[in-house]
């Protein structure tokens, strides 16, 4: 069964204050990691779609790489508007090929 | 360009009511998801269509969770009877297909008392 691990399940960080968000995972077969962003009271929204170790891919303060255990969401100099929830979903290749998410970053970033 | 659209937003029901969510897919988008999330945790899959043919119910408890997709656009899901630990947000989300990237609505939270 595919699994997803995050790390931290929260983090408070400073406006400015760069850091990284982990994903660990097993999979049989990666057919494509997500990143989606989730605000309170709203559903997640599409980030990033990465497909093999060494791929990165990147959007305004947002970042994401990916090996063939972990990716990791880097946020250079954050703002508070980037305080939400952060996901990590993965697809495999097994039986119906399902996306599996993980529990969730919590970001929040202070002024 | 519309988004994915749920209704109702909130549901507050007793329990062993029946009870049914609705959801309206992006115009194009023939693979559609029903999610269920629990408070602090990530979406986990109920339901999968591919234009009317649910092709993963795996994960739907068919004892008391209905869904249907009539014409391959909008979808019902539906529970009944409610029992207290269904009590949840629930999410529909819909893609291009099964590989792209996922495009979710705004849910519903369920609160059954």
């Known amino acids: 069964e595919d699994q997803v691990t995050q790390s931290p399940e929260a983090l408070r960080l400073q406006e400015g204050e760069s850091s990284s968000l982990n994903c660990s995972y097993t999979v049989s077969g990666l057919r494509g990691l997500f990143w989606y962003r989730q605000d309170p009271g709203k559903g997640p929204e599409f980030l990033f779609t990465l497909y093999s170790a060494g791929e990165e891919k990147e959007k305004e303060r947002l970042k994401a790489t990916l090996t063939k255990k972990e990716s990791f969401l880097h946020i250079t100099a954050p703002k508070p508007e980037d305080s939400a929830t952060y996901l990590c979903a993965v697809r495999g290749s097994g039986g119906y090929q399902k996306v599996t998410f993980g529990t969730g970053t919590k970001l929040q970033v202070i002024p | 360009e519309a988004g994915v659209v749920q209704s109702p937003r909130y549901k507050i029901i007793e329990k062993k009511q029946p009870v049914a969510f609705w959801c309206n897919p992006i115009s194009g988008h023939n693979t559609l998801y029903w999610y269920l999330q629990n408070l602090g945790q990530g979406p986990e899959l109920l339901i999968r269509y591919e234009n009317e043919e649910a092709v993963d119910d795996s994960q739907l408890p068919k004892d008391r969770f209905s869904a249907e997709r009539l014409k391959g656009v909008d979808s019902t899901l539906k529970i009944q009877p409610a029992e207290l630990g269904d009590s949840a947000v629930y999410l529909c989300?819909?893609?291009?297909?099964?590989?792209?990237?996922?495009?979710f609505g705004p849910g519903t939270r369920l609160t059954v008392l």
């Open positions: 989300a819909s893609s291009l297909g099964q590989g792209h990237e996922q495009f």
